[in-house]
């Protein structure tokens, strides 16, 4: 059923664990599945002076899939501005851990979701401004998370 | 030093006894692993010279461990049975002789570097758990089976000539052991494919003969989906539907039961020992209230019979239905009991087989092999079931004593001797499922996240769990061949698997 890529990151995940004093915080879940993640970020300035992720933990309660992901979506943010860290789609998850299974694709939006959400706290945190696309995707995250209990 | 078949049989047996706990007979590892009792003897003769074996006299007596299996190396099980062989003698200096030297004295690492124990507990470990899904085939019923493939019984069970006729006297005796199991009328018995083809024929037969006097059915909430989907369809043609709910424990409440029966009431359908819960529900109370309001009481017993005492002479049951593969017989047999005159449509029409109720050419061997296996498990009723709860007890009681936050899920006593269904708090059952699978423990989880559909299981929502606790429960399953050994593994490795995924959880306690 999966991948062997998505098994060495189930078994083995990279970056996990809780972050103290976190730049960013994103938590996303999905109960209908039983995921919840929950991604913490360091921030720091580059050589060219803009924004990026010096740091990625996760927290994950979930199947195989969502541990996958999320250890791949802090793969793929660490190092990365946030301009391009926005940039990381749920396709390019699934293409890093080789393929999902059809029923399991939303853990791999979960985990771009959950980047997403960390990178629009700290834009709100720190006063910058927040685009349109990523306004839109905040609302519809938090639509989504209605049901979902801390 | 050279290994033979014989090094390899000792420390399969070996590993085997020690899985035992305790003393065991040459005839008992014999039929665990396959090896021939004689060639068995001879071994255990070594051994025993050895020193890392005895014997124990008396009714329990047997072979057993003689030496400690923590500092028992593979080195001295091979000395023993084994003569040391050196590749060179001594006196020759041919060019090979130091690398058959280096290979003998890599092989002497190799060995004095596993103990015993390390042989039992190795990552390699098999330890089946899912007993409840499905069980193998016992080779008592593999080999009882295996004439009936022959030439001379080729007949069909329909056919009047010698050969048809020998097959159906082979199905009338079959027949005849359920019945007597039962405490039924043979011609009260049905052979069918499968549990969800009895279940079928139940629901949908009851349904469309019965329906001049009413169309509603009443199944409980915790059924199995071949009863749920089956009156799902029938809702959708016509017939009306209702579930009674269940207690906290999965008993169903007999009060609801009682209100919601009315005088279009044709069938009350419920499962006796739940296959996710194992509660076992009180089918004298139920068949009691059915008989009293001339409503027919069909219970799918596919996880309970041959766990639990089923005397229909004494059960007010119109309809029974049970299954071949969970009691280690071959996959594709089941029956369905049906009390003389009760009313029913066949689901299957053709040559008018089983009495006319199920039309099919029977499946012979797999007719035989389903009931040599019921009267396995009969005759050993209730020496296995009482080992069966003993070692529930055990593994429940340990595991919720040693894992914070876990909790038991359906009847803490009236629970199927085999099943134990545990939810634990902040984590989800797919991942534990998997990790498990890599310490080599096969169990199941009622978590909606393995299986195809993402709504978590009808039966523990039932009971009152909320969704993420239903995502967070095993079920762990124990039959024939589950030891303490084993369940001393799943001790071991469960509080490690839970506390990984604990770690990793966003939620702490």
Redesign the interface.
């Known amino acids: 059923m999966y991948t062997q890529k998505v098994l060495e990151h189930f078994r083995n995940p990279h970056n996990f664990g809780s972050m103290d004093n976190p730049d960013a915080l994103g938590q996303v879940g999905n109960l209908a599945c039983g995921d919840v993640m929950k991604l913490y970020l360091k921030i720091a300035k580059n050589k060219d002076g803009q924004d990026y992720i010096e740091d990625v933990k996760f927290e994950t309660l979930g199947c195989a899939a969502a541990i996958a992901t999320s250890s791949v979506v802090t793969d793929l943010a660490k190092n990365k501005t946030l301009t391009e860290a926005l940039k990381i789609k749920n396709e390019d998850i699934i293409k890093a851990l080789d393929d999902l299974p059809t029923i399991k694709i939303h853990c791999s939006l979960l985990a771009a979701d959950a980047l997403a959400e960390a990178i629009y706290s700290y834009f709100q945190k720190t006063n910058q401004p927040i685009s349109k696309e990523l306004e839109q995707l905040h609302q519809r995250i938090v639509t989504c998370q209605t049901r979902l209990k801390h | 030093m050279k290994l033979s078949t014989k090094t390899r049989y000792g420390l399969r047996a070996l590993a085997n006894l020690i899985g035992q706990d305790g003393c065991c007979s040459i005839k008992q590892i014999s039929k665990n692993e396959h090896i021939s009792s004689d060639y068995l003897e001879k071994i255990f003769s070594k051994l025993k010279k050895a020193g890392i074996l005895k014997v124990e006299r008396g009714a329990t007596g047997g072979y057993n461990l003689n030496c400690d299996p923590k500092k028992t190396t593979l080195k001295e099980v091979v000395n023993a049975l084994e003569k040391a062989e050196f590749i060179c003698p001594d006196f020759c200096s041919c060019q090979s002789k130091s690398v058959w030297q280096k290979i003998q004295s890599g092989f002497t690492n190799v060995l004095s570097s596993i103990t015993l124990n390390q042989l039992v507990d190795s990552k390699t470990k098999s330890v089946y758990l899912d007993y409840a899904a499905s069980t193998p085939v016992d080779p008592e019923v593999l080999n009882t089976m295996l004439p009936y493939f022959d030439f001379s019984y080729a007949g069909n069970t329909m056919s009047l000539h010698q050969m048809g006729t020998s097959a159906s006297q082979v199905v009338e005796t079959c027949r005849q052991s359920f019945a007597n199991i039962l405490n039924a009328l043979p011609k009260e018995i049905i052979f069918t494919a499968s549990a969800t083809e009895s279940n079928n024929t139940v629901l949908k037969g009851i349904a469309f003969a019965n329906k001049s006097k009413g169309k509603h059915i009443i199944i409980s909430s915790i059924e199995h989906d071949c009863v749920l989907e089956s009156a799902a369809w029938l809702k959708t043609q016509g017939f009306e539907i209702s579930q009674i709910s269940v207690d906290k424990d999965g008993l169903l409440n007999l009060d609801e039961l009682k209100k919601t029966i009315r005088k279009d009431t044709i069938l009350v359908s419920v499962i006796h020992g739940n296959n996710e819960i194992g509660t076992i529900q009180d089918l004298a109370s139920i068949g009691q209230i059915c008989h009293d309001r001339g409503v027919y009481f069909h219970t799918d017993a596919s996880q309970s019979f041959t766990k639990v005492p089923l005397d229909l002479s004494k059960l007010n049951i119109d309809l029974l239905t049970a299954s071949s593969h969970k009691i280690y017989g071959p996959k594709g047999a089941a029956l369905l009991y049906i009390k003389t005159g009760t009313k029913i449509t066949p689901l299957l029409h053709g040559g008018g087989h089983e009495f006319g109720i199920r039309s099919s050419t029977l499946n012979l061997p797999a007719v035989v092999g389903f009931t040599k296996a019921a009267e396995i498990a009969m005759a050993n009723f209730d020496q296995e079931n009482a080992r069966l709860i003993k070692l529930r007890d055990y593994l429940i009681k340990n595991i919720l004593e040693t894992i914070p936050d876990s909790h038991l899920n359906g009847h803490p006593t009236d629970r199927l001797s085999n099943n134990i269904n545990i939810s634990f708090d902040?984590?989800?059952g797919?991942?534990l499922l998997?990790?498990l699978d890599?310490y080599g423990i096969a169990a199941s989880t009622g978590?909606?996240?393995?299986s195809?559909s993402?709504?978590?299981s009808h039966v523990l929502l039932a009971i009152g769990l909320k969704?993420?606790q239903s995502?967070?429960s095993l079920r762990f399953s124990l039959g024939r061949f589950t030891t303490k050994s084993d369940a001393d593994y799943l001790l071991k490795v469960l509080p490690q698997v839970i506390n990984k995924?604990r770690?990793?959880?966003?939620?702490k306690s």
């Open positions: 902040r984590v989800e797919e991942s998997l990790e890599y978590s909606a996240c393995s195809s993402l709504e978590p969704p993420e995502h967070g995924f770690a990793l959880s966003p939620f």
